[in-house]
């Protein structure tokens, strides 16, 4: 086998569907293949931002996008008064038709095969280091292989990891915790993957996320809410799609707020949940009614929309109230809000806690410096949302079943699109900081042909700091950290200094002379 993909969400799917296109055999493994294609939070796609993050993997060939379009109850064209730059298509999405057409794509992908395991552990090859092996490498060895926990080993040159929340997750509700990655489904455990990585010396951090409780639609009283139907009218997600499947039978979504009873019992009872504390970080996360409370003391209601899960289900999705507390209180809480006096839970909301990478532990191709044909996609890098883990599997995917084939990688440049902007940030600002992908980018052609230049000058990950002179040891520490490809992604670095830049571009440009030489 040449490559392996551990995890069947979002990124897991789009990077086993991107491996096998390029020719490389591919086995996806998950622990349940009845839950491939599964929607664990909101029961939508897209926005502005995210929605073109969608149509690039569609450009890149992804299967998402065709899926929504396959899939989708209501679609809706945001900031559809200003300019088209700022278009975001987004979608709700009917849960059982997302799943039965995934599943459908991926149990027929060409070139692609399906297992039922779960990996324990990662088998590496300490004696073939390849091109960076030097003695001031970060290589710590090479992909070998996977170990699943039934203790079979299965033999790969690539592996992409895409566990999203079920890396040593845990869920949160109120007080009480225990070990899973969702709702029922358990977790890889600490001794697993995690510890594989740890041995590794990956920096390891932990994130948190969480969903909202979900509602029975048939005790919810709509009629005094604001109602948003579906464009009459709505464009496709994927250029390959003549239409979207359901286009006349699109389902309304309905607008509410919370009150000031609604904060008055979440602050009362904060309390009594253990997801709330600043231990564990992760700016990219789905802020829930507790944080919203806690950092907006002065707002007296927050806006939140009720979503249908489907043309099937009387189940309604409350975005915008992601919750942790304890069952009872979640209750009193939505009973606080206009319209849902009287609602019922068939689900309580919870938070869920796993371990993530440094996203600067990785080049851009979503390959680690430390381990040679090791990928990392999705929430393992630290983002939340099905649309960012699509657009990092499917270039972790592809650039595995390059590199299994020894073909050149597949690198998007913040020039190329929101994708390449999304893996930037990450590789060279990490979780610390937000992933700024805007809905345009600004530049003039100057800007552009100044960003290139920087973008060619390249600089070895094995490059050993300590030998460039006048350059202190904190911007050392942090270049020995990043480890920059290019000069470009140097410059974009936290704490980069222009000296320090000035002897960098020094170096590269001397490295450039020596290669023309030659």
């Given at each position: 086998m040449a490559i392996c993909i551990i995890g069947g969400g979002h990124a897991g799917c789009e990077a086993a569907a991107g491996a096998a296109r390029t020719g490389a055999r591919t086995l996806l493994l998950t622990s349940k293949l009845d839950t491939i294609g599964e929607l664990s939070c909101n029961p939508s796609y897209g926005g502005v931002g995210k929605g073109t993050l969608v149509r690039e993997v569609d450009a890149l060939g992804g299967v998402c996008a065709e899926v929504v379009d396959q899939a989708g109850c209501q679609f809706h064209m945001l900031n559809r008064s200003k300019g088209p730059a700022v278009w975001g298509p987004r979608a709700q999405i009917d849960r059982t038709l997302y799943k039965h057409h995934m599943q459908k794509a991926i149990f027929n992908y060409p070139n692609l095969e399906l297992r039922a395991a779960s990996v324990f552990d990662l088998v590496f090859n300490h004696d073939e280091l390849g091109p960076s092996s030097s003695l001031a490498s970060p290589r710590w060895g090479k992909v070998a292989g996977v170990k699943l926990d039934s203790g079979d080993v299965i033999s790969c040159s690539s592996v992409v990891i895409c566990t999203g929340t079920f890396l040593s997750g845990e869920i949160h509700i109120g007080l009480e915790t225990h070990p899973a990655g969702r709702l029922n489904d358990p977790a890889s455990p600490p001794a697993g993957l995690s510890a594989s990585l740890k041995q590794a010396q990956f920096k390891l951090g932990r994130l948190k996320t969480g969903t909202p409780p979900r509602l029975d639609g048939k005790t919810i009283?709509?009629?005094?809410?604001?109602?948003?139907?579906?464009?009459?009218?709505?464009?496709?997600?994927?250029?390959?799609?003549?239409?979207?499947?359901?286009?006349?039978?699109?389902?309304?979504?309905?607008?509410?707020?919370?009150?000031?009873?609604?904060?008055?019992?979440?602050?009362?009872?904060?309390?009594?949940?253990?997801?709330?504390?600043?231990?564990?970080?992760?700016?990219?996360?789905?802020?829930?009614?507790?944080?919203?409370?806690?950092?907006?003391?002065?707002?007296?209601?927050?806006?939140?929309?009720?979503?249908?899960?489907?043309?099937?289900?009387?189940?309604?999705?409350?975005?915008?109230?992601?919750?942790?507390?304890?069952?009872?209180?979640?209750?009193?809480?939505?009973?606080?809000?206009?319209?849902?006096?009287?609602?019922?839970?068939?689900?309580?909301?919870?938070?869920?806690?796993?371990?993530?990478?440094?996203?600067?532990?990785?080049?851009?191709?979503?390959?680690?410096?430390?381990?040679?044909?090791?990928?990392?996609?999705?929430?393992?890098?630290?983002?939340?949302?099905?649309?960012?883990?699509?657009?990092?599997?499917?270039?972790?995917?592809?650039?595995?079943?390059?590199?299994?084939?020894?073909?050149?990688?597949?690198?998007?440049?913040?020039?190329?699109?929101?994708?390449?902007?999304?893996?930037?940030?990450?590789?060279?600002?990490?979780?610390?900081?937000?992933?700024?992908?805007?809905?345009?980018?600004?530049?003039?052609?100057?800007?552009?042909?100044?960003?290139?230049?920087?973008?060619?000058?390249?600089?070895?990950?094995?490059?050993?700091?300590?030998?460039?002179?006048?350059?202190?040891?904190?911007?050392?520490?942090?270049?020995?950290?990043?480890?920059?490809?290019?000069?470009?992604?140097?410059?974009?670095?936290?704490?980069?200094?222009?000296?320090?830049?000035?002897?960098?571009?020094?170096?590269?440009?001397?490295?450039?002379?020596?290669?023309?030489?030659?």
């Open positions: 009283d709509f009629s005094a809410m604001e109602a948003q139907e579906g464009d009459v009218n709505p464009e496709p997600f994927s250029y390959l799609s003549e239409g979207v499947a359901n286009v006349d039978r699109q389902l309304r979504c309905y607008k509410t707020h919370t009150t000031p009873q609604t904060h008055r019992i979440v602050r009362d009872n904060l309390h009594q949940s253990i997801h709330i504390r600043e231990t564990v970080k992760g700016p990219r996360y789905c802020p829930s009614i507790e944080a919203k409370v806690i950092r907006f003391p002065q707002r007296d209601g927050h806006v939140v929309w009720l979503e249908p899960e489907g043309y099937d289900s009387d189940v309604i999705y409350p975005n915008g109230i992601s919750c942790h507390l304890p069952p009872d209180i979640q209750l009193q809480m939505l009973r606080s809000i206009p319209g849902l006096e009287k609602a019922e839970m068939t689900k309580c909301g919870y938070g869920v806690e796993y371990d993530c990478v440094d996203a600067r532990e990785l080049m851009p191709t979503l390959e680690t410096k430390r381990i040679g044909g090791l990928y990392l996609a999705g929430q393992i890098n630290g983002t939340t949302g099905y649309e960012e883990a699509a657009a990092q599997g499917v270039l972790a995917g592809i650039n595995a079943g390059l590199g299994a084939l020894s073909k050149p990688p597949l690198i998007v440049t913040r020039a190329d699109g929101f994708v390449g902007v999304m893996v930037d940030d990450l590789v060279t600002k990490g979780a610390e900081e937000p992933c700024q992908y805007r809905s345009h980018l600004r530049r003039q052609a100057d800007d552009l042909r100044t960003f290139m230049a920087d973008e060619t000058l390249s600089l070895p990950i094995d490059l050993d700091y300590d030998t460039i002179p006048n350059m202190s040891e904190e911007v050392r520490q942090r270049l020995r950290r990043v480890r920059p490809v290019s000069i470009g992604a140097a410059k974009r670095m936290e704490g980069m200094t222009p000296a320090s830049l000035v002897m960098l571009l020094r170096y590269a440009d001397r490295a450039r002379m020596a290669e023309a030489v030659i």
